[in-house]
């Protein structure tokens, strides 16, 4: 009972940064006023970001019906939310101890080295607890020699990460106060080093001049609303009326479409006013905790956090990575992988924040570029991965994120080493 308990408040984000803000409120010794408001504020802000992210998750859901019925394409679908439910079923308890003592490992490497990062993003940590207690497992190993050599592989992960992408960050934010918590973080370091190569930061996207008559396209969820509904537009006829008529309960495809193409970009709008407000909070409350228990920590947050510096970037950076995603479906076969469909909601949330740390580096060509990159990243790593998840490999999805990947096949490449 315990146990489920604490995987329940350990995984669900908004209790998690509302209990780190509460003990940075308390140890600043704050009057219970605001210490009630920012501990309350802080969960609020990231709750109104995950009703954000489900509105756009729900609308995604609905293009990418459209999409497979249009073109007909069958393979993995990587969602890693649903693959981290899948192996809880078989590994629950593996994974609530893995996260329990990652976070635990991550607090003490945050004191003790100089990583101080304190990983906040807790559904990634769930999701990478879960990753590990399927790949040890099919590794060979079991209990507690599992537990703790995934414990330390998390928290290892859960500073390394932040830290390895905090010189782009700094680009994005303009400040050294917050930390990316997120893993992808190899797509978007990529995306951050394509950009240096090929562009220059001057030519950021949130200069481009739009002339008077489409000055209406300035306002993001405007330009979001027009760029959605002209996608849905465009696979309409291949996926047909009647089948988009189906999915709808009857209503007119035109109607459905554009309020579909709506409600994401409503969906995008309620994201950025959840992390407005929550880093409005926790920045102020993390405070205690490092002046406190790790001297100088940093907070790491979620890949949404960096969305409202670059928001023309966001969408670019979707519409690129997903063309990624798109080209990867031609040329997985070719080197004998299997067919990777993309996923809406990796290449949104994952290619729009590749696009915004491409174009803190390199402009637009940085956030085109880094962007399309990480879409390749997202169809060839789950790709990649699949044989390393043992039965789990053959569910029709898989992990999604680019951290996933390259941490499940590095264990799966030491295995095999091993076992020559």
Not at 29 to 48: E, H, P, Q, R, Y
Not at 126 to 144: D, P, R
Request: glycine share 12%.
């Amino acid at each position: 009972m315990i146990e489920l308990i604490m995987n329940d408040i350990l995984g669900t984000p908004a209790i998690l940064i509302g209990l780190f803000a509460l003990a940075g409120l308390l140890l600043q010794k704050k009057s219970a006023a605001d210490t009630v408001s920012g501990t309350l504020k802080t969960t609020m802000g990231f709750l109104i970001l995950g009703a954000g992210a489900t509105v756009v998750s729900d609308s995604l859901g609905v293009f990418r019906k459209m999409f497979e019925a249009a073109f007909h394409i069958q393979g993995v679908v990587p969602n890693t939310d649903a693959m981290a439910a899948i192996a809880q079923k078989e590994f629950g308890t593996q994974t609530a101890l893995i996260m329990i003592f990652g976070m635990l490992v991550n607090l003490l490497l945050a004191r003790f080295t100089p990583f101080k990062y304190v990983f906040l993003t807790g559904h990634h940590t769930l999701y990478m607890a879960a990753m590990l207690a399927v790949v040890l497992s099919t590794a060979g190993m079991h209990g507690w020699l599992l537990i703790s050599t995934g414990s330390m592989i998390l928290g290892a992960a859960m500073v390394i990460a932040p830290a390895i992408l905090q010189p782009f960050t700094r680009k994005v934010t303009g400040s050294n106060d917050l930390a990316l918590g997120h893993f992808s973080t190899f797509g978007y370091f990529t995306a951050g080093m394509i950009g240096k190569w090929l562009g220059s930061p001057e030519k950021s996207t949130e200069t481009i001049q739009v002339p008077k008559s489409l000055g209406f396209l300035r306002d993001t969820s405007v330009a979001i609303s027009i760029t959605m509904a002209l996608l849905f537009f465009a696979i309409a006829p291949f996926a047909g009326i009647p089948f988009i008529e189906k999915i709808s309960g009857g209503t007119n495809f035109a109607v459905f479409i554009l309020i579909q193409a709506i409600t994401f970009a409503a969906g995008v709008y309620i994201i950025l006013a959840g992390v407005r407000m929550a880093i409005g909070e926790i920045v102020p409350a993390f405070k205690g905790i490092a002046d406190r228990f790790v001297k100088g920590a940093k907070p790491a947050l979620d890949a949404p956090t960096v969305f409202p510096f670059a928001p023309n970037a966001v969408i670019i950076g979707f519409l690129c990575s997903f063309a990624g995603g798109i080209v990867s479906i031609f040329l997985l076969p070719l080197f004998g992988l299997t067919v990777i469909v993309p996923g809406l909601v990796p290449h949104f949330f994952c290619g729009a924040t590749a696009g915004v740390y491409g174009n803190a580096t390199g402009g637009v060509r940085g956030a085109v570029a880094g962007a399309f990159v990480n879409g390749l990243l997202l169809s060839f790593l789950p790709a990649c991965l699949l044989p390393v998840l043992g039965a789990l490999g053959f569910e029709g999805t898989t992990f999604g994120d680019t951290d996933f990947g390259i941490i499940g096949i590095l264990i799966g490449l030491i295995k095999f080493l091993f076992q020559l």
